[in-house]
């Protein structure tokens, strides 16, 4: 059964935007608080029962900047550490990679990734952090170039990304075995302006 996953940052949240999402929690399938990336990463392990190929979508809900997402700090906005999801600088490594690769493999072959975080995929940085994450993960990634808003309305499971949305869609063959490196994987990224909002499925 394909399973939908939605990740919450805990910690200090001086804008509200993680309040109102918290605040619908119970609307949210498989949600759960995270308080640092590794701890992300385990719990999403947990909740697809170590089965490759489950994982039919991921969200994200975190405070972010261009490039970055910050898991468990509120707006502290750290420089480094385990709760960095994201890149310290355009040409170096994803923060925290050696667990993030751990999920390689338990997305669905047509999975997605949505990236609840203001600026998240701004600028080359935001675009290289996409292409990094989703090379890893081996699944298509979105996230915004502006600031959302922590005015959710209507039924949060479908909300979309608000503003200008940079997607990077992974063209991937048949299943590789969960530590395969892909090599045949192809993607394509949209970085003009994605007007149609993006939605996740709903269970």
């Known amino acids: 059964m394909p399973i939908d996953i939605n990740v919450i940052s805990g910690g200090y949240d001086r804008s509200g935007f993680l309040t109102a999402v918290m605040e619908r929690r119970s609307q949210l399938p498989n949600a759960f608080v995270a308080y640092s990336v590794p701890m992300m990463v385990e719990q999403m ?12 979508s991921v969200r994200v809900f975190a405070h972010g900047v261009p ?7 509120g707006n502290g906005f750290p420089t ?16 925290n990679e050696a667990s993030l690769y751990r999920l390689r493999g338990y997305f669905e072959q047509n999975g997605s990734v949505v990236l609840h975080g203001c600026s998240v995929a701004d600028g080359p940085t935001g675009r290289a952090f996409l292409e990094r994450l989703a090379h890893l993960w081996q699944v298509s990634v979105a996230g915004s170039r502006d600031v959302q808003t922590n ?12 503003g200008r949305i940079h997607q990077v869609v992974l063209n991937l063959p048949a299943h590789t075995s969960v530590h395969g490196r892909g090599s045949s994987t192809t993607f394509s990224s949209a970085y003009e302006n994605i007007e149609t909002p993006i939605n996740m499925p709903n269970n």
């Open 151 to 162: 005015s959710l309305s209507g039924d949060l499971p479908l909300s979309p990304l608000s």
């Open 67 to 73: 490039g970055c997402q910050f898991i468990g700090c």
């Open 80 to 95: 480094s550490g385990e709760h960095k999801l994201g890149l310290t600088a355009r040409d170096q490594p994803l923060s």
């Open 45 to 56: 392990l947990t909740i697809c029962g170590n089965q490759p190929h489950t994982i039919r």
